[in-house]
C-alpha cells in the first residue's frame, strides 16, 4: 500500500484571524461574576488588621463553682474544735515521750523487771495533767489571754517569759537530780520532769529556746556534772 501524499500547501485556504475579541467569557469575568475579587482583598484587610493589632493575652474566665460543689466541701473548723485538736496532738506527742523515758530510766536504774502497767498509769496520769496545761497555756488564736488584765500586746510576752523560766528550771531541776539524788527520786522525777522541760522550750520562740539551753549547759559545766 503506498503513503498518501500530503496535501499540497498551495490547496490550503489562508484566512485573517478573528480580531472580534473572545466569544465566551473569560476566567476574568467569571471570577468576579463569583465575586473571588472581593473576597480575596476583605482577606487581605482582616491579615492586615490581625497583622497590625497588640498582642492581647486571653485570661481564661474561672465560672464560679455550682452550688452543689460549695455544698460537698467541709465547713471548717471553729476556733474551739482548732484549739481541741492541736491540745490533743501536743498531749499525745508529750504522753509518748513520758513513756518513753520512764521506760528507760525503768531499765536503767530498776533492779526488776518493768512493771507495764504501772508505767501505763503513769502515762495516763501525764495525758491528764499535760493536757490540761498545754489547754491553758499553750498559743492559739480562741486562747490569745494568758494573763487577765494585762495588755494584749504583751499576752505573747508574758506567755515567752513564762515558758522561758519554766525550760530553765525543769533543765536545771533534772540535771541536779540525775546527779545527785538517788535511783528511786530519779525514777519518780525525771521522766515528767523531762517532758515538762522539752514542751517549754518547744513552746518558745528561737532565740529564747537557744537561751534555755545555753543556760542549762551553763549550769550543767559550773556545778561540774555530766550528763548521765
Request: glycine content about 4%; hydrophobic content about 40%.
Amino acid at each position: 500500500m503506498g503513503r498518501k501524499r500530503a496535501e499540497s500547501p498551495s490547496n490550503i485556504k489562508f484566512q485573517y484571524p478573528d480580531r472580534s475579541g473572545p466569544k465566551e467569557k473569560t476566567l476574568l469575568e467569571l471570577a468576579e461574576e463569583r465575586g473571588l475579587f472581593a473576597q480575596a482583598q476583605k482577606k487581605q484587610e482582616e491579615n492586615d488588621l490581625k497583622a497590625k493589632a497588640p498582642n492581647i493575652t486571653k485570661i481564661p474566665i474561672t465560672k464560679p463553682k455550682a452550688k452543689d460543689d460549695q455544698d460537698n466541701e467541709p465547713p471548717p473548723l471553729s476556733p474551739g474544735a482548732e484549739r481541741f485538736l492541736e491540745t490533743t496532738l501536743y498531749t499525745m506527742s508529750i504522753t509518748m515521750l513520758h513513756f518513753t523515758l520512764d521506760v528507760l530510766v525503768q531499765n536503767q536504774y530498776s533492779a526488776d523487771r518493768i512493771v507495764w502497767p504501772k508505767v501505763c498509769m503513769r502515762a495516763l496520769q501525764a495525758l491528764f495533767v499535760f493536757g490540761l496545761l498545754i489547754y491553758t497555756l499553750h498559743a492559739h488564736s480562741s486562747n490569745p489571754t494568758i494573763l487577765p488584765g494585762l495588755p494584749a500586746r504583751f499576752q505573747n510576752h508574758a506567755r515567752q517569759v513564762i515558758f522561758l523560766v519554766t525550760s530553765v528550771c525543769s533543765g536545771c531541776y533534772l540535771i541536779h537530780i540525775t546527779n545527785t539524788y538517788g535511783y528511786l527520786a530519779v525514777m519518780k522525777q525525771a521522766p515528767p520532769v523531762g517532758c515538762l522541760w522539752v514542751w517549754s522550750v518547744v513552746e518558745l520562740e528561737l532565740p529564747w529556746a537557744v537561751l534555755s539551753l545555753a543556760v542549762a549547759g551553763t549550769y550543767l559545766k559550773v556545778r561540774g556534772y555530766d550528763i548521765k
